[in-house]
């Protein structure tokens, strides 16, 4: 699990590989990811945007920005909690993602929290010493 704190929010991932939905022939690799956002903090905040920097095995870089996360913006009041799973394809065996959410909070603040960089990793991408 990856975890990281940025202004009293806890921001953890656990990364999954779905063999399932992965084809080595075809290049296509798919991870899901389960986040879990916790606001630790003494005031109501809200997730409003994302931005996903996700990089492969290669290096080549995609970035993602949007609303929200899973079609939602959630509310925090303090010692809350919101839990989502979402996914990830990619045409190597490995690679990582990091980003960050812009919040605001019940005062009308806006800033952004860190989501901890989290490697992405096929047993594919697992090399063997001969």
Do not use: C
Request: glycine share 8%; proline share 6%; charged share 25%.
């Amino acid at each position: 699990m990856y975890r990281t704190i940025t202004r009293q929010i806890e921001v953890t991932v656990e990364p999954n590989f779905l063999p399932e939905r992965s084809s080595v022939e075809h290049r296509q690799y798919f991870w899901s990811y389960t986040i879990v956002i916790t606001n630790t903090g003494e005031e109501t905040v809200q997730l409003r945007t994302r931005h996903w920097i996700i990089t492969d095995a290669t290096g080549r870089k995609q970035e993602v920005r949007g609303e929200g996360v899973v079609g939602e913006q959630p509310v925090l009041a303090p010692g809350e909690r919101f839990e989502y799973t979402s996914g990830v394809p990619l045409p190597t065996a490995s690679g990582f993602m990091t980003g960050r959410y812009q919040m605001v909070s019940e005062s009308g603040e806006r800033f952004e929290i860190d989501v901890p960089t989290f490697s992405l990793d096929s047993p594919d991408s697992k090399r063997t010493l001969n």
